[in-house]
């Protein structure tokens, strides 16, 4: 495989300038947010923040003005969630409506379905969740069992999803199912449905995580009657569909910030200590390590700017930047565990604890890190 394509790339200078503006409505909702609820950043949800978000014209960035959005590249909504993780704003409601489903919804939907859900979405009251994984499957899509059967008035659809962040709070899953065949036939006779979460046989239950916090859900199908127009694209085209969909969740910088408001906290400390040599090479390790992740997350956001699906390369970013994330609250409570004689702020050590209950999560959310390691080495020609 040659990365020769993936080069240096700048963020324009009219994008940077959405920062003081999201700065500025970040502040006036987050101001007195505990840091270890910032720490759950996009994993937290405010449906006040969202709809502000939306007022504010922050949401569909990228989706044409008549839809409700701006018309901007990739590249402004880089700038804006950056700003947004590295300040742990409460994203989660729209957090997936707005980087993945309204986009997927755009290239693949009926004129009709763009004009019923991204309006809402750009406004902030619409949420979506991603219907992929299931149990017995994991994150390897091809083997899904949920059915969906055409019936007189649409589909009838069964089976169950897991691991389904937000569902507890989305109105909608756009969920990859079978349409045809047997899961034997892999990546054959898949499909992309729309489904409704408050239609009858639709039953979520929550999976807590280890903070207790309810993020993931079981999702369970039980003849859930949709209309014919539940359909996304076209039948039996939901493989590549999702693939290009996964383009947009892998790459963006979600992807290297999960753990940045703790970085951020535990710097603040060191800055108020003695000087130490041991602190001085770790943070300066985790910094240059941030600064490359970034750079490789712009160069893939630039390449969908470009209306390229940088699929094997948005997963090399993902794999890296979860093991990044991972690292950070670990080296973290090392550093302090060697310094007993300091006092920590009860809120740092309790930011700690929930960024490292979460952080296993961080390579299972947008495909396990066996999968994405399987793609790039397809991608190199050695699968």
């Given amino acids: 495989m040659n990365f020769d394509h993936l080069t240096l790339s700048e963020i324009p200078a009219t994008d940077e300038e959405l920062r003081p503006a999201i700065r500025e409505l970040i502040t006036a909702h987050i101001g007195s947010m505990p840091l270890h609820k910032r720490a759950r950043t996009w994993m937290g949800g405010d449906a006040v923040f969202s709809r502000a978000m939306g007022k504010a014209g922050f949401?569909?960035?990228t989706l044409p003005r008549k839809y409700g959005g701006a018309e901007r590249g990739p590249l402004a909504r880089f700038v804006v969630v950056e700003e947004l993780l590295c300040a742990g704003a409460p994203v989660g409601m729209h957090w997936i409506a707005d980087r993945q489903s309204a986009l997927v919804i755009l290239k693949f939907g009926t004129e009709a379905q763009r004009e019923?859900?991204?309006?809402?979405?750009?406004?902030?009251?619409?949420?979506?969740c991603i219907g992929m994984s299931e149990p017995g499957s994991g994150s390897d899509l091809a083997s899904v069992r949920s059915r969906a059967e055409r019936t007189e008035n649409g589909w009838r659809l069964n089976g169950q999803k897991v691991w389904t962040s937000g569902a507890h709070h989305a109105h909608y899953m756009i969920a990859l199912v079978r349409t045809s065949g047997e899961p034997a036939d892999r990546n054959q006779g898949l499909s992309q449905l729309l489904v409704d979460l408050?239609?009858?046989?639709v039953t979520i239950r929550p999976v807590p995580d280890l903070n207790g916090d309810h993020d993931f859900n079981e999702v369970f199908f039980d003849n859930v009657e949709l209309p014919h127009d539940a359909l996304l694209g076209e039948e039996g085209a939901g493989w590549s569909q999702v693939t290009a969909e996964l383009a947009y969740e892998r790459s963006g910088p979600e992807r290297i910030y999960s753990s940045a408001v703790l970085l951020d906290a535990w710097i603040q400390h060191v800055a108020r200590q003695p000087q130490c040599e041991a602190r001085q090479r770790l943070i300066g390790s985790l910094t240059a390590q941030l600064v490359v992740l970034r750079e490789l997350s712009v160069a893939v956001t630039s390449r969908l700017a470009a209306g390229e699906q940088p699929v094997v390369e948005a997963s090399l970013v993902k794999d890296l930047g979860a093991t990044f994330e991972q690292s950070v609250?670990?080296?973290?409570?090392?550093?302090?565990?060697?310094h007993p004689e300091e006092s920590v702020e009860p809120e740092l050590w309790h930011a700690i604890m929930t960024v490292t209950h979460i952080a296993p999560a961080f390579s299972l959310r947008g495909g396990t890190r066996e999968i994405l390691r399987g793609i790039i080495a397809r991608g190199m020609g050695l699968r």
Avoid: V
Wanted: proline fraction near 10%; charged fraction near 25%; glycine fraction near 10%.
């Fill in 198 to 201: 408050k239609a009858p046989g």
């Fill in 59 to 61: 949401l569909g960035l």
């Fill in 329 to 338: 609250p670990t080296l973290i409570a090392d550093d302090l565990a060697s």
């Fill in 116 to 128: 019923k859900y991204l309006p809402r979405i750009c406004r902030g009251e619409m949420y979506f």
